[in-house]
């Protein structure tokens, strides 16, 4: 067990994870105080086996995805009160031995996020192509769209500080984008992120992927387009929704003066009228009331801060 003042917990989220959850539960007992393992609705062993090795192990009855799974354990964890708390895949891909480089920045009071990034010097990453071209397509857009300055906003080898994982584990998302959230979230309020290079080993896997790839970036792209448009949504709705309302009246005017001219009705501007103008106004509304909705949020943030 460990001998820092702070108390260090592991937690896991597993689906069908027979193969790879004995390897993992029992590195990390080597470097935490305690494991816990959420069995997100499995069809397997992975429920007995990490419990057969020591892990506290809770279980959902279906599968939920990753972020509930998250969510779930965050629950259970914070019953420990631990100092420190550490993430990690159960499906092989993360080296329970690097554990100390992600805590130790927190230990020292130097973040209160660290991530076991694959993009920084150092790191170690074998995965195929098409998973780097979406990871690097991923961490772009999280970046250029959404602000956060990490390179590596997909990694669920992480460590947090008691402050930091009582607030990022309020997340909405229910799959993989929990994690894009969550760093989000750390750079809106001010939280210190750091990265320290890790080696990921998709060779470990043992395993397929769960889920198909053009199913995992959906998942990860319908997170942060919510995340961009509660952000800004005047923004990302309000100044399309304006353009589309002025194609509407541009089309409308030019409908009603061919008309005159020519008492022939236009169908087809006609049409592009109409559709324009409800789908613009949709949008200011819409834009609008997420503003607002922002602004209270935000409020209520302050107040209880």
């Known amino acids: 067990m460990k001998t820092n003042r702070e108390k260090i917990?592991?937690?896991?989220?597993?689906?069908n994870e027979e193969a790879s959850i004995a390897k993992v539960v029992l590195g990390a007992k080597r470097h935490v105080d305690q494991v816990i393992v959420c069995d997100d609705g499995s069809t397997d062993m992975t429920f007995a086996i990490a419990g057969a090795l020591g892990a506290k192990v809770v279980r959902h009855n279906e599968r939920l995805g990753k972020g509930a799974a998250l969510r779930t354990l965050s629950?259970?964890?914070?019953?420990?009160?631990?100092?420190?708390?550490?993430?990690?895949d159960g499906d092989g891909q993360h080296d329970p031995d690097e554990i100390h480089m992600l805590v130790k920045p927190i230990e020292t009071g130097e973040s209160d996020v660290v991530v076991g990034s694959r993009y920084v010097p150092g790191a170690k990453i074998n995965a195929p192509f098409y998973r780097r071209l979406g990871l690097r397509l991923i961490n772009f857009l999280y970046r250029k769209v959404a602000g956060v300055q990490t390179k590596d906003t997909q990694?669920?080898?992480?460590?947090?500080?008691?402050k930091a994982f009582e607030f990022l584990f309020r997340c909405d998302a229910k799959g993989f984008g929990i994690e894009g959230e969550q760093l989000v979230l750390a750079t809106r309020n001010g939280l210190r992120v750091m990265e320290v290079p890790v080696s990921i080993n998709y060779d470990n896997m043992a395993g397929?992927?769960?889920?198909?790839?053009?199913?995992h970036g959906a998942d990860l792209m319908s997170t942060l387009f919510r995340l961009i448009l509660e952000e800004r949504p005047l923004k990302y709705l309000g100044l399309p929704g304006i353009a589309m309302t002025a194609t509407g009246l541009i089309t409308g005017?030019?409908?009603?003066w061919?008309?005159?001219?020519?008492?022939?009705?236009?169908?087809?501007?006609?049409?592009?009228?109409?559709?324009?103008?409800?789908?613009?106004?949709?949008f200011l509304v819409a834009s609008i009331t997420l503003h607002g909705l922002k602004r209270m949020s935000d409020k209520l943030n302050n107040t209880h801060a």
């Open 9 to 15: 917990v592991a937690i896991i989220p597993a689906y």
């Open 155 to 162: 990694s669920g080898f992480r460590a947090y500080s008691r």
């Open 253 to 256: 005017l030019y409908v009603l």
């Open 258 to 282: 061919k008309f005159n001219i020519t008492h022939l009705f236009d169908m087809p501007f006609a049409t592009l009228t109409l559709g324009a103008s409800i789908v613009g106004l949709l």
């Open 75 to 88: 629950k259970e964890v914070m019953e420990l009160n631990p100092g420190i708390i550490v993430t990690l």
């Open 208 to 215: 397929h992927s769960k889920k198909s790839p053009f199913l």
